[in-house]
């Protein structure tokens, strides 16, 4: 994620939401009309979920464009009452070019019950989330929602909402929908593991430093 950012097309942006509102929807990761998604497709240009539909059942024409400070720039409905906090998330972090909310069950769970996921249970999540970190609570919809997300952006690659749901984000969206499938599958082996099954083996710092120097060597390839 470096040098100049590759753009999604527009026309690209209004696919790719709807094939992803699709998996999130047929995964249970969203009931009804939760979860919103959204993709910087240029400086100034946002291509994002229209509030109170299903993110199961969207057709392309129903996106909504807008700018960074908000104002619709064409759709006639009207943006996700979250659209703050994904602008938000693109004003932190330049390298970001997707953004998906969803409640995924279990992740959830461990949201309200207000526990970070710790990485050391498997190796894939060492690499493909780090640790994830609890924001806290703040009102669905309201300008407090950005500020509790914001200190995550640079730092994570994803965050848990305090009685809410999960947050991730990526330079590709796609990337963001993977990542919110593996932290709801390590939420998943989480709870069986600690509090199912009730016992860990902890992988060692060593062995994740390790697993994430091996990571980064593999990418300067
Ligand atoms: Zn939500």
């Not at 470096?2 to 999130?24: P, V």
């Not at 996106?63 to 908000?70: D, E, P, Y």
Request: glycine share 6%; aromatic share 6%; proline share 5%.
């Amino acid at each position: 994620m470096s040098g100049s950012f590759d753009y999604m097309t527009e026309q690209e942006a209004r696919k790719a939401i709807c094939e992803i509102g699709k998996r999130l929807y047929s995964k249970n990761f969203v009931a009804a009309n939760d979860g919103n998604l959204s993709i910087r497709t240029g400086e100034d240009e946002i291509i994002c979920t229209p509030t109170g539909v299903s993110k199961g059942f969207m057709s392309e024409n129903m996106m909504v464009k807008i700018r960074m400070n908000g104002d619709v720039i064409e759709g006639s409905l009207k943006p996700s009452s979250e659209i703050k906090m994904h602008l938000r998330i693109y004003k932190e972090n330049k390298q970001i070019g997707g953004v998906v909310h969803a409640h995924p069950p279990i992740a959830t769970a461990f949201a309200v019950a207000g526990m970070e996921l710790q990485p050391n249970l498997l190796p894939e999540a060492a690499i493909m989330l780090g640790t994830v970190k609890v924001a806290q609570y703040a009102t669905p919809g309201t300008e407090e929602v950005p500020e509790v997300i914001a200190p995550y952006v640079k730092s994570n690659k994803a965050v848990l909402m305090a009685n809410h749901g999960a947050l991730t984000w990526d330079s590709d969206i796609f990337e963001a929908y993977y990542r919110m499938e593996s932290l709801e599958h390590y939420a998943k082996i989480s709870m069986y593991a600690k509090h199912v099954i009730g016992h860990i083996n902890p992988l060692t710092d060593l062995e994740i430093s390790k697993l994430i120097k091996n990571a980064e060597d593999r990418r300067k390839l």
